[in-house]
Structure formats: C-alpha cells, structure tokens
C-alpha cells in the first residue's frame, strides 16, 4: 500500500467518527498536558532553590558550630549546637589557610527592634565589613559599615528593605534615623537592595551590625554563630573545605574528625544536595501525570478494537481481494499513531499553556524545556504504537470468510 492511500484511508477513518476521535484524543492531550505542565512546575522549583542557594554568595564555605554530620542529617547526641567558634578560630582560618578570598565572621540572633514607636522582631547580624562582598549584597541607600567602625565598635547598621519598611513605612529614606535594638541605640547608614525570600529565610528582613558591637551590646559573648569563607575559585572549594577542617581539628585539640564540634558546610554541597531532592520531587510529579497518559492510551486501544470489530467486513472484503496481512495492520496502527500525534501536538500547547498560568497566576517559578516536550511527545507516540499493535493485529488475523460473513 503507498503512503499517500495510507494515508487517505487513515484520515477518512479518524474523521468518521468526529466525536469518538476527538473524545480519544483529548485524553492524550490531557495526558501530554499533565506531564509537560508537571515537569515544568518540578524544573522551576529546582531552578528556583538553587538560585536562592547561589545568591548567598558565590564560592561559599561556611563553618557552624556543632558536631559534624552530613547534608540532610539529624545533629548527633553529644556537643550538638553548642558555641564552639570564636574570632580567633576565624583570623586563624584568614592567616594560615590559602586559596581564600575573603573571610567573614558572624554573630547573630533573633531580637525586636524598635523604631519610632513601630516595632518587629528580626534576625541582627553582627559582623566585618567582608560579609558585604562574600554574600553579593548591593545598596539601595547609603553605606555599608566600614572596617574602622568594627574596630571601634561603632553603634551603626545597615538593614533590609523588608526591616525599613515595616520601621519606617514603604519606600521610606531611614538614613540618620535610629533603632533601638536590647536598649542600644544604634544609627542606620544604609539599606540594602532587595533579593527576595519570605518567612525566616527572608534576606531582605534583617539588620547588620559591627561584630565587636554586635558581641558586647547583644550577645554578650565572644563565641561565632558562623565563619563565612569565600575561595578563590569553585576549583578550590574541595580543598579548601578539608584544609580549614584540619585547621580546626588542630586547634580544638581533636584527634578524631567524627567528633568535632563544628560543621564545614561546602555550597556546592548543598546545591547538590537540594538539586537531587527537587529532582526526585520533578519525576514524582511526571509519574503521577504519566497516569492520565496510560489512561489515554487505553482509551486508544478501546476506540481502536470497536474500530476492528465495525469494520469487520470491510476487512475481510479487502483480505478477499488479495489485501495483506502486512498492510491491514499497517492501517489500523498508523490510524492508532495518527491519534496520538494529533493529541501529542495539542498536549504540548496545553502543557505551554499550564506552565505560563501557574507562573503567572500562581506566582509559583516554571521551566519549560524541550527535553521534557520531546519526552512527552515521544512517550505519547509509544503508547501509539503500543496500545494500537493489538488491534491492529486482531484486524489483520481475521480470518476472511468469517469476516465476510459478520453481521
């Protein structure tokens, strides 16, 4: 059989039946939909987390206190949270350990700030001047703390614009004006530009304080919340991890690495670590939309066997006539694959269309790609072929006579 009477033949038997065609075909649609709709939610979140990850600094190897333990573990019984860092360890880390860019020691905690009579409670971050660089922030307004008013325990900070909006009202100026954080007043010199976040990741919802200010006014201790440290290089950052964790071991007098009392977290750790966990968050969403796929598949192999079995003696006229078993199974799985192409390149539209609403109106980050398309698409043309061999090989096995003899 030529092509062209293929598919002459196919095309008057997909449109007979215009409202059985169509019904069959929009469960691949749906199906198609679902997955490319689903993957894209699934892509954007991943996308979007590693995004917040990198924006927190490039290079990035941060030392906590606590006892070591593994991305996505539980804190082991023993020292666990305990404050185990101090200013020294961090001038340690700044002075015998290569591959360093910049090194930024941190003290924070969660205090209310008050502020002509508003108030909020808020992370304060007391630390160098560095920590402005390591972590890629920008200024919206005024300055950022130098390294003379660290040294002399200036009593300024610079804030978020999430902290100056709900002190001194949207879009205001607050530079020269003061807060009161713990019965200290400090001077604002700066706000910083927006990055985003919401609830206690928030990084726009913060205050930044001189470390020495931060240590005697606040905290009132001289122990490190966390050691920021930025390589020179993403090359590095494996090395550089092990040398400052030798560093430590050495200087807290620790003999078995299993047992310290702090945690050197390496970014590209966590990168990975959030990217495999979004990623299987990606194909739990393509399996339970791959569901409607199977169903719509079913629904071809449905329309395909009452297709056969109306069509019974026009095959056996045909088998009659000389017609071969080759080319009977040919037209009943091209009619098969036809459906489901049809339905794949609507699917698609419908998957394009899902993904923009939800990230339009959702206001939940997507991400279209043309591996998920071409995944959709492909899956939809298998199960084509798949679900329309049987009927295609029940219509090609009827036995003539038998067909022509069918009422």
Known sequence: MKFKDLLEETYAAVTVNKVRSGLTILGIVIGVGSVIGMISIGQG????VESSIQSIGANLITVQP?????????????????STLTVADSDAITSQVSNIKTVAPESDGRYQVTAKGANTNTQIIGTTENYFTIRNLELEQGAFFSAEQVKNISKVAVIGPTTRDDLFGAGANPIG??????????????????????????????????LKAAQRFLSGGETLSSINVQ?????????????????????????????????????????NAASSVTGVFTYLLAAIASISLLVGGIGIMNMMLTTVTERTREIGL?????????????????????????????????????????????????????QSILLAFGVSAAIG???????????????????????
């Not at 979140?45 to 979007?48: D, E, F, G, P, V």
């Not at 950052?237 to 977290?265: C, G, N, W, Y």
């Open 231 to 271: 390589a020179n290089s993403a090359l590095v950052m494996t090395q550089l991890q092990q040398d400052i964790t030798s560093l430590l071991l050495e200087r807290h007098k620790i003999s078995d690495p299993t047992a310290a009392d702090f945690t050197v977290i390496n970014q590209a750790d966590l990168v």
């Open 45 to 48: 979140a991943q996308a979007s």
């Open 385 to 407: 072929l798949i679900f329309g061999y049987y009927p295609a090989r029940r219509a090609a096995r009827l036995n003539p006579i038998e067909a022509l003899r069918y009422e």
């Open 318 to 370: 045909r088998k009659a006539i000389g017609g071969k078993r080759a080319d009977i199974s040919a037209q009943f799985l091209f009619e098969s694959l036809m459906l489901t192409l049809i339905g794949g390149i609507a699917g698609v539209a419908l998957g394009w269309i899902i993904s923009f609403a939800v990230s339009k109106f959702a206001n939940i980050t997507t991400q279209l790609s043309l």
């Open 66 to 82: 606590g006892q070591q333990r593994s991305i996505g573990t539980t804190v082991r019984s023993g020292l666990g949270s305990a």
């Open 177 to 210: 004006q003061t807060i009161k954080i713990k019965s200290t007043q400090f001077t604002i010199v700066g706000v910083t530009k927006s990055k985003g976040g919401s609830g206690f990741g928030n990084q726009d919802d913060r205050v930044f304080v001189p």
